[in-house]
Structure formats: structure tokens, C-alpha cells
């Protein structure tokens, strides 16, 4: 899995004119991974720090010089590098002012690049191909450089890669039409040439990102149709003759998504041996003019994070320590991320797991056809009707293609009564296949026919436990578009992958509706009975006088200077208060609490609607009925434990605190949040305070059995 978190801006910049590129020629890795070189393609130089989003040193050149190539840090030397009007190296150090007055020197040919690596010299590639270490060059700047491409073979990109000790400079050249890779090793000395495989229509790489792992190194190489190719090139090579022209060896790694505008440009980085980061390219599911960065995982081919971007993005794109530096409007920001190992497991997102004395039904879905709620009941029920036939000899009168055919044309009921046979009599193995394939064709038809909406199809779908959201990503937001609550609600009991902003967005539709609106749905009976019956619930507390959920009420840690008798007045924990949702709206706002979620990709959707005034109202009902223990009173098969409900009234104050805090009615909301927050912070830290002596009477030997009975005395301080 991969997250791409909040970003900042680093610094401002200007474009260029007549030029498609934004004004930045690179950003470099500086002195460590908080430091970054920012060059611009006019005449300034600026190491930032990046944690502080400040600048600790800047340079430029004369009016009339040129900077040629983005500047590098020299790690051995701890100096600055760069190269003005083609020619000119300068080198200077933090403590310099003045870059005139800093060594330069001018070499005979001209630079292409400069090239730094961690601890080690940096090299010098110059236009004609040719590479020098730096040291040497500078010793002698009018040594004579070789002509290693031919007259007319231009460098379109280059780059360094480092490991065991070993350098190796990767280029591409463009030579009339024709598109080739140059391999430079230094030990031994040898140069490479190979030949980029060429298709009709194809034309050349627009972006590389090369990466070593192990003894190899991997290049990955971005073309103007989606396709992400990999070609693996040994880091040492035994033979050191001349070899010809190489053919590149290539596989397809991944296949991006093509919007209805033509591109034109694009880049691509990689993050590691299963991740990369691609822009210029359209979100599969966004609409056009949209600029976004898109992680994608080249092992499972899927969309694992993204980011709209403010302003137009361009082909650039660096990355550095667990940090992107992306260029777009009139600004370069910086975007962290991070990227886990890829596993189903993580895939599926988090589900807070809690006990069974705060939940009964609320556990961890670990695979995708795990059980959830009622599955003991609803698998037993298809099991019997599949019982009434033998898989091995009965099947369906229709093929599933034969079916999908039918889906395209027949009316509503005669759908419902194919689908029901053809789930009745498949075998399981062919029927978890077949699942994904009929709810995509009946989600497309009822996309484009406004008239078609076979709602008890989509619900026998559901039951058979076969489909998930990533099978049928669109089956959620149909039914949000048509209102269907129902459906949703057995689908957020089903689904175990749903995304964060497809949970927002859920949760924005059913705060939007009213009450009575939603009274005329059609919910799950046990959802509905527990809100009657926690709305109807009397608190034990009240008449035993004693402690609620095991600590005091929030009302009984406010300001010492409140007097009993005003304690009581304000107590917010009267089980007699109105819910502030319908029934039915909070039997589904109680799905959303129990969808499996992770706190940092839920957090930017949370705030981008309205304050959920409504909604943290809602939990705070939850809360002082869950601390009279009411919901223990009810029999119910899913409810969200206080753990859950703390999370969301956490995650709903981080996102919207600032708003809250200065709107003077949501005062005495957020105060009582506040308090249920504390309450439980003080509960887990006193029994915190015991867990060493639970755990001794834990890892204790059992006394031996001294027949009828027996008193022994435990010490526990």
C-alpha cells in the first residue's frame, strides 16, 4: 500500500517563455535529506532546508551567463558544483557569497550535465558522450575530449546510479529517429550501447527512472501511451571488448489509463521495487483538465494513491528521502508518501478490532470473502439452496456470456429471474468468477439507462459473498446516485476494501438527506430495532449511583468551582436526551463507524466538506449512551463499540477543529467532546497503572490442586 500525505510548498516559481517546461533545470539532493539544491532555468541557485520550507543559502550568476545544468553537492568535498554557458565549471562552498569570486575553471568541450553520488566524485558527461571524473578534469580543464556519439546523436536524458562501491552513468540518445541507451561502467572502464525496441506508432521514452537492486539495475521508461516498460541491466559485466549495438530487453510493467485530451508529456519515478509515481497522466476515474500525482503499484497494477494537483503539472518530477518534489503552476511543492509492502492483507485497510464486551459483532475481516454480521445465518441459507443440487452434474441453462447478453437487453424482472437461476444452479468455484463479470455489466446498463435499476439482482449478488468493492468500484456510487440506502448498508456490512473517500463521500450522502426522507427506506430490521431501542434505553447508572463504563461522566470532571447541585443541572448524561439523527439515518451513520478505514487517507477527505456538526452531535449521543452501558441492554449483531466512537469524534475535531473552536454554537459541543476524549485517556491510564500486576497473576503457575478448596494470598505490591 502507498499514501501520499499533506504537502507544502517549498518555494515560487517563474515560467519560461516559449517553453513548455516550468522554470526549474533540477532539485538536487543536498548536504543530508533535509537539504535540497533548487536550480532555475534563469540564474539562480538555492539550498532549502526542507523541514523548515526556508532557504539557508542562494547564489546567482551575472546578467548575460547562463546556467547550463542543474548544480550538485559534492558529499566528498562538501562543495557546490556547476556549470554556466556550456563551459564554465564553478566551485564554491556554503560560506561563499559571491559566485564570481569562486574557483572556475574552463574545460574544451561542452557539458551536458553533472553528475553527484552519495560519497563518491562526481562526474562530468559532456554533450559528445564523453565522461570524466571531476577531480581529473579540473586538474587539466583543456584536456582533450573524445567524440563518442556521432555528429548528429543528441543526449535526451542521463543519470548515475550507485551501488557496491560501483558507478555506473545510464544516457539515452536521439539519433534520426532512432533511439539507443548507453551504459558507462568504471570498473573495468566500458561503454555499452543498446537499441530501444520500436513499434508502429510508438514513439520515444518521454521520461526514465532507473534504480539498483541487487546486482542489477532496473530501468523503467514512461512512453506518450501509458506504457511503463522495465528493461534489467547487469551492474558489472565480465566481457570488455567491443559488443556492437545491444537490442534492450524489455517487459511491460504497466498500462496507465488515456484520457480524451492527447498528451504530451509525462514523467515517471520509481519508489521502490513495487511502487511508482507518475504525472502528466489522467486519473482513471477524474474528469478532464485535472491535473493529479498517482502512485501506482506495477505488482497488483492498481491505483493506490493519489493528489489533485492546484495549477498545471509538468514533466517534472524528483524524489528524494521519502519526499516528492513536484513542480505545478506557479510553485514547487513537496508531497510526502510513503509506501508498505504490498499484501492483501494491506490492501484491505484498517478495521479497529475491540473486544467482545465493547462490541459483539465488530471483528477483523482478513481475506476477501471473509464473513462478516449475519453470515452464519445468510451462508447457511444459500448453502441450503444450493443443497438441492448436485454441482458436478447440474448447471445453469445459461453460459454467464449468454447471460451478460441478456443483461444488455431484457427488462428488469426477466433479469432478476435469469440472475436467480443462474446463481441457484452454478458451482461455487464458476459463480465467485462470474460474480465480478454480472455486476459490472448491470452497473454499465443502469448507468446509461436511467429506466433500469435491478436493485433485488444487485442484493443476490451481495449474498453470495463473492463480490467485493474492487471488483465493481462503481456499484457504490450508483447506488448513492440513485439513493439506494439500502443496498449500501448491506454492502458497508460486505465490503471490507472500501476507500476512504468513497466512505466520505457515502457519509456526506446520507447527512445530506433529511430525516424524512430517509424514514420511507427499506433498512436492515436488526440496525433499526437497536436505534429504537437505544433511544428507549434507561440507565442503570442513575439508579445504582454508580460509576459509568468504569470512570466518572464527563460532566463530573469539569471546574471544581461548579457546585453539586449545578453539576447536576448540567450533567449532559440524562439518557432521556433526543437522538439528533432519525432512526434510520443512524442506523446507517452506524456502518460508516465499523468501515474499515486508515486514519491518515482518511483525514484530507474528512476535511474537504461542511463542519459535521450534525454528525459529531450524533456520536456524542452514542457516547453518554454507551457510558450507561445502554447498548448492553440491547441484542443487536453489529454495533460500533466506544473505541470506534472516539476514533471518528478524534479524526472529526482534527479535521475541522479550527472551524469548530470559533463558531460560537458549536461551543459547548466541542467542550463535551473534549471531556468524552479526556474521560477515556484517563480510563486506559489507570489501567495502565495495573497491567504489571495483571500480567504477574498472568505468567503465575497455577497452585496444585489441594482438594475441596483453597485460600492462597497474592502480593501485588
Excluded at 159 to 172: D, M, N, P, Y
Excluded at 402 to 419: C, G, R
Excluded at 540 to 560: I, M, T, Y
Excluded at 641 to 659: E, P, R
Aim: glycine share 4%; aromatic share 8%; proline share 4%.
Amino acid at each position: 500500500m502507498a499514501a501520499l500525505y499533506e504537502g507544502y510548498t517549498l518555494c515560487g516559481v517563474g515560467t519560461v517563455q516559449n517553453s513548455s517546461n516550468i522554470g526549474i533545470l533540477g532539485v538536487e539532493q543536498g548536504r543530508d535529506i533535509d537539504h535540497v539544491l533548487v536550480t532555475d532555468s534563469s540564474r539562480f541557485i538555492t539550498v532549502y532546508k526542507v523541514s523548515d520550507q526556508r532557504p539557508t543559502g542562494s547564489w546567482s550568476v551575472k546578467r548575460g551567463q547562463m546556467i547550463s545544468c542543474p548544480a550538485v553537492f559534492n558529499t566528498q568535498s562538501q562543495e557546490y558544483v556547476v556549470v554556466t554557458d556550456d563551459k564554465v565549471v564553478r566551485v564554491w562552498n556554503k560560506d561563499d557569497v559571491n559566485l564570481e569570486k569562486a574557483f572556475k575553471a574552463t574545460v574544451s568541450a561542452d557539458v551536458l550535465r553533472v553528475l553527484s553520488a552519495t560519497d563518491s566524485e562526481p562526474v562530468v558527461l559532456f554533450c559528445c558522450g564523453a565522461v570524466r571524473f571531476l577531480d581529473l578534469l579540473l586538474a587539466s580543464p583543456q584536456q582533450p575530449i573524445e567524440h563518442v556519439l556521432a555528429e548528429d546523436e543528441i543526449i535526451r536524458w542521463s543519470t548515475i546510479v550507485k551501488a557496491e562501491h560501483q558507478l555506473v552513468i545510464l544516457f539515452s540518445t536521439e539519433q534520426r529517429g532512432e533511439h539507443c541507451l548507453y551504459i558507462q561502467r568504471f570498473d573495468p572502464n566500458t561503454l555499452v550501447k543498446h537499441r530501444f525496441e520500436t513499434e508502429p506508432g510508438l514513439s520515444a521514452p518521454i521520461s526514465f527512472s532507473a534504480t539498483c537492486r541487487g546486482s542489477n539495475i532496473h530501468l523503467l521508461y514512461l512512453y506518450l501511451n501509458g506504457s511503463v516498460y522495465e528493461s534489467v541491466l547487469p551492474l558489472r559485466r565480465s566481457s570488455t571488448g567491443a559488443e556492437g549495438v545491444l537490442a534492450l530487453s524489455r517487459s511491460l510493467c504497466l498500462s496507465l489509463p488515456l484520457g480524451e485530451e492527447k498528451l504530451m508529456s509525462g514523467a515517471v519515478v520509481v519508489l521502490d521495487e513495487a511502487h511508482v509515481a507518475v504525472v502528466g497522466f489522467p486519473h482513471p476515474s477524474a474528469g478532464p483538465c485535472k491535473d493529479y500525482i498517482c502512485i501506482w503499484n506495477t505488482h497488483f497494477q492498481t491505483l493506490q494513491a493519489c493528489k489533485e494537483m492546484a495549477g498545471r503539472i509538468y514533466s517534472q518530477l524528483w524524489c528524494y528521502s521519502g519526499k516528492m518534489y513536484i513542480p505545478h503552476g506557479k510553485m514547487l511543492s513537496v508531497i510526502p508518501f510513503e509506501c508498505q509492502k504490498s499484501s492483501l492483507a494491506a490492501a484491505l485497510g484498517k478495521q479497529k478490532q475491540t473486544s467482545q464486551s465493547e462490541s459483539k459483532s465488530c471483528s477483523f475481516v482478513s481475506s476477501w470473502t471473509a464473513q462478516t454480521y449475519s453470515d452464519v445465518t445468510q451462508t447457511a441459507e444459500i448453502k441450503s439452496r444450493m443443497s438441492t443440487k448436485n454441482n458436478s452434474d447440474v448447471k445453469s441453462a445459461l453460459t454467464v456470456d449468454q447471460l451478460i447478453e441478456h443483461i444488455k437487453t431484457s427488462a428488469v424482472e426477466d433479469v432478476q429471474a435469469e440472475v436467480g437461476e443462474f446463481i441457484r444452479w452454478t458451482p461455487q468455484a464458476d459463480l465467485q468468477l462470474a460474480v465480478g463479470r454480472l455486476a459490472l455489466e448491470l452497473v454499465s446498463r443502469s448507468q446509461t439507462d436511467a429506466n433500469f435499476y435491478p436493485q433485488c439482482v444487485f442484493l443476490r449478488l451481495l449474498e453470495t459473498r463473492y463480490l467485493c468493492y474492487s471488483v465493481c468500484p462503481e456499484l457504490l456510487s450508483l447506488a448513492m446516485v440513485k439513493k439506494d440506502f439500502h443496498l449500501c448498508q448491506i454492502a458497508f456490512q460486505i465490503f471490507s476494501d472500501i476507500p476512504e473517500a468513497v466512505t466520505c463521500s457515502y457519509l456526506k450522502t446520507i447527512l445530506s438527506t433529511s430525516d424524512s426522507e430517509m424514514e420511507t427506506v427499506n433498512l436492515d430490521t436488526d440496525s433499526v430495532m437497536f436505534m429504537k431501542e437505544l433511544t428507549r434505553a434507561q440507565s442503570r447508572s442513575d439508579e445504582e449511583g454508580g460509576q459509568l463504563n468504569g470512570f466518572c461522566s464527563p460532566a463530573l470532571e469539569s471546574d471544581v468551582s461548579d457546585t453539586p447541585s449545578n453539576k447536576l443541572q448540567r450533567d449532559p448524561l440524562a439518557l432521556d436526551m433526543s437522538c439528533p439523527v432519525g432512526l434510520h439515518k443512524g442506523a446507517l451513520l452506524n456502518e460508516v463507524l465499523q468501515t474499515a478505514y486508515s486514519d491518515r487517507p482518511l483525514l484530507p477527505h474528512l476535511k474537504d466538506f461542511t463542519v459535521p456538526q450534525v454528525f459529531l452531535q450524533y456520536l456524542r449521543f452514542l457516547y453518554f449512551k454507551y457510558c450507561h452501558d445502554a447498548h448492553k441492554q440491547i441484542r443487536a449483531l453489529r454495533t460500533p463499540s466506544i473505541s470506534q466512537i472516539i476514533d471518528w469524534v478524534c479524526l472529526l475535531l482534527d479535521a475541522h477543529f479550527t472551524v469548530l473552536a470559533v463558531a460560537p454554537e458549536a461551543k459547548r459541543l466541542v467542550s463535551d467532546l473534549h471531556k468524552f476524549v479526556r474521560s477515556q485517556v484517563k480510563l486506559y491510564t489507570e489501567l495502565g497503572k495495573i497491567e504489571g500486576s495483571l500480567q504477574v497473576l498472568k505468567n503465575s503457575k497455577r497452585s496444585e490442586d489441594f482438594g475441596m478448596y483453597a485460600i492462597q494470598v497474592i502480593e501485588l505490591f
